[in-house]
């Protein structure tokens, strides 16, 4: 680094009559002035920080459907993982969470073999074993799970009830109180993807996935959906200006489903960072950085974004719906509002 060393010492002038003085702080010297002002910005910055959340606190609202969402996280344990895991189960607990969503890559580096794998404990069970995580985990695959057995991933549920994977794509509808509705599309997004098609670990499942069936899937299911609220579930970002960036065949053949039958929010993971995005008026949401980051950058579509640690709370009420971005050491580090409409 160049330039001078804060710790450098200088020779001064003499003091011009008038001049305002000085005060020498370590090795830098400031008019008084500005000594007053550095340490009012400094204390504030101290009280805000204090005053900054540690956990989210408030009650939810009557009638809220409350969740955690978040993916990428199967590292047998390692610290951002458990930093987060901890921060998980605390807003669990203070939100009263229903259920945890996992956008995939469940297992690194390359999925599990089978539902005895040691993985599932070292990674999964002795991680999130916190009572206010005992509530049903809603999952789909990422690339990352493709490596491995996904067959297995979708047979856990007999060994571990919370572990919900039905099939590689399905629906799910809860009703909030006050009779609203919200119906989630979970899909599987690693088919779709070209570059998997010819991958080594991943090309041989793959290509038993029926990607057309898929999507004609989705398309009926939300031309169908009465529902106040519609959210779909993929692991891969459609944009996003994480590492992995956008994914060209979801933004041709996904985006325009969502755009078209009124989906709200599409939450997915794959970049490793937390991000809010918009496009056509579908809120995106990256929420990837379960166990590790990486570098974001800001995009014609983004919101907001950080690359940090952490996970994303969801409160769901008949007009509105609430997302909370929460970092490793449990600071609320992004929050916004998104209409019913």
Not at 78 to 95: F, L, N, P, S
Not at 197 to 210: K, L
Request: hydrophobic content about 35%; some cysteine.
């Amino acid at each position: 680094m160049t330039g001078p060393s804060f710790n450098r010492e200088f020779t001064k002038p003499p003091l011009r009559a008038g001049a305002p003085k000085l005060i020498r702080i370590g090795g830098m010297t400031q008019t008084r002035r500005e000594f007053v002002r550095i340490l009012f910005v400094a204390t504030q910055g101290v009280v805000a920080k204090r005053l900054m959340p540690t956990s989210l606190q408030a009650a939810p609202e009557a009638g809220g459907l409350n969740f955690l969402i978040f993916g990428d996280w199967g590292r047998q344990g390692d610290r951002d993982q458990v930093e987060v895991a901890g921060q998980m189960a605390k807003a669990a607990q203070d939100i009263g969470a229903k259920f945890v969503i996992s956008v995939g890559d469940n297992f690194y580096e390359n999925g599990v073999t089978s539902v005895s794998d040691p993985h599932w404990r070292a990674s999964y069970e002795d991680v999130y074993h916190q009572a206010p995580l005992q509530i049903p985990w809603h999952v789909i695959l990422g690339n990352h799970d493709y490596h491995g057995n996904c067959e297995a991933q979708l047979a856990y549920h007999s060994t571990q009830a919370r572990w919900n994977m039905p099939a590689r794509y399905y629906p799910q509808s809860h009703v909030l109180d006050g009779g609203a509705r919200a119906d989630f599309f979970y899909i599987d997004t690693t088919p779709m993807v070209k570059s998997y098609h010819t991958n080594r670990h991943t090309r041989g499942q793959v290509a038993t996935q029926d990607v057309t069936g898929q999507l004609d899937w989705l398309k009926a299911g939300l031309a169908a959906s009465k529902a106040q609220w519609k959210m779909v579930i993929g692991h891969h970002p459609i944009y996003s200006g994480g590492l992995h960036g956008d994914t060209p065949e979801l933004i041709e053949t996904v985006l325009p489903l969502l755009r078209q039958h009124g989906v709200q929010a599409y939450f997915n993971g794959h970049d490793h960072d937390l991000q809010h995005l918009k496009a056509g008026g579908v809120n995106l949401f990256d929420t990837g950085a379960g166990s590790e980051f990486r570098p974001t950058k800001n995009t014609r579509h983004t919101q907001w974004a950080k690359a940090c640690s952490g996970f994303t709370t969801v409160q769901l009420l008949s007009d509105q719906m609430n997302v909370r971005m929460i970092d490793n050491r449990g600071e609320m580090i992004y929050a916004t509002t998104v209409p019913r409409s």
